[in-house]
């Protein structure tokens, strides 16, 4: 018993170090998303994450977002509990049954202008849950997406980067 401890507590850790983020590609697609905030809203941009039947990883790297390392929230993003303050409803999928009436719901909630965003290979396909009798579809088929974020999960630099493309491709978020 006491050899068993001693050697715990001599052993190296089995966990392989994290990968941490490129600290300069983060700056600056921070940075590129928070002038484009404000240049289309004048302010900073606030995000409504809805699960629509996921598995959690997709929310994982969402979170991180939100985490020390990344810490989005100096480059004017937030998070919202509520789609009654959002300005980006961030979907994760396939919507399943039991989701699909909340998630329509949500983006009702939302107000106008709004954008809608796809994340992950089941937001915007169905992914490995394709063919499953609990599966609406993706995201597109319940509610419009402006942007799809591909990965399985997409990083949390990758999606910062959908983020700075879709207000990119608009001048201003949609009214519908
Ligand atoms: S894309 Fe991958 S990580 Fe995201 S919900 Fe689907 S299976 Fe999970």
Request: net charge positive.
């Amino acid at each position: 018993m006491r050899t068993l401890l001693l050697k715990s507590l001599l052993a190296r850790p089995v966990t392989i170090a994290r990968p941490a983020p490129d600290a300069a590609a983060l700056e600056e697609v921070g940075q590129a998303l928070e002038a484009r905030a404000r240049r289309l809203f004048g302010r900073s941009i606030t995000i409504r994450e809805v699960d629509a039947g996921s598995c959690n990883g997709c929310e994982l790297e969402i979170h991180a977002l939100n985490n020390a390392v990344y810490d989005v929230e100096r480059f004017g993003i937030r998070f919202a509990a509520s789609p009654r303050h959002a300005d980006v409803l961030l979907v994760t999928g396939p919507v399943t049954h039991n989701m699909k009436v909340a998630l329509e719901r949500t983006y009702a909630a939302t107000p106008d202008p709004k954008w809608v965003v796809a994340v992950g290979d089941c937001g915007c396909g169905c992914g490995v849950f394709e063919g499953s009798y609990a599966v609406v579809g993706a995201v597109d088929k319940v509610v419009p997406v402006d942007l799809h974020i591909r990965g399985c999960p997409p990083r949390p630099i990758d999606l910062l980067r959908g983020l700075v493309a879709l207000m990119d491709q608009s001048t201003s978020p949609h009214r519908r």
